[in-house]
């Protein structure tokens, strides 16, 4: 499985931004979808997944403003962030689980990189 995310760059604090994520290759294996960032000198978090059931999963703190769409395909999942905050500025990976979403990823996308400025 690959993942590909794009949407990332440079934005103004109170916009909003679209990431995506394009998965290829045995999908079919996959259970379930999700986001992970990584702002400046911490660690990695999870902050949104969907399993192939629908239930969804989104970090306490983004609850509100990070939203999940997938109106291109379930070979796709998108990041919508609404509006955004300085404190969203991170590196944002697509990851893919071949079981719960309450696990390790098993697929990771390179990820893309979200500057947002005042």
């Known amino acids: 499985v690959q993942l590909v995310e794009s949407g990332g760059g440079l934005v103004q604090a109170g916009e909003s931004l679209r990431l995506s994520c394009a998965a290829s290759?045995?999908?079919?294996?996959?259970?379930?979808m999700g986001w992970f960032y990584q702002p400046p000198g911490k660690d990695r978090e999870m902050v949104a997944a969907?399993?192939?059931?629908?239930?969804?999963y989104y970090l306490d703190s983004v609850k509100g403003r990070f939203a999940l769409v997938r109106d291109k395909g379930p070979n796709t999942l998108d990041l919508r962030v609404n509006p955004l905050k300085l404190e969203d500025t991170a590196t944002y990976y697509c990851?893919?689980?071949?079981?719960?979403?309450?696990?390790?990823?098993?697929?990771w996308g390179k990820g893309t990189l979200v500057t947002v400025s005042s």
């Open positions: 990851v893919a689980f071949r079981g719960s979403y309450l696990g390790r990823p098993d697929y």
């Open positions: 290759g045995n999908i079919g294996s996959l259970n379930a």
């Open positions: 969907i399993s192939s059931g629908g239930a969804t």
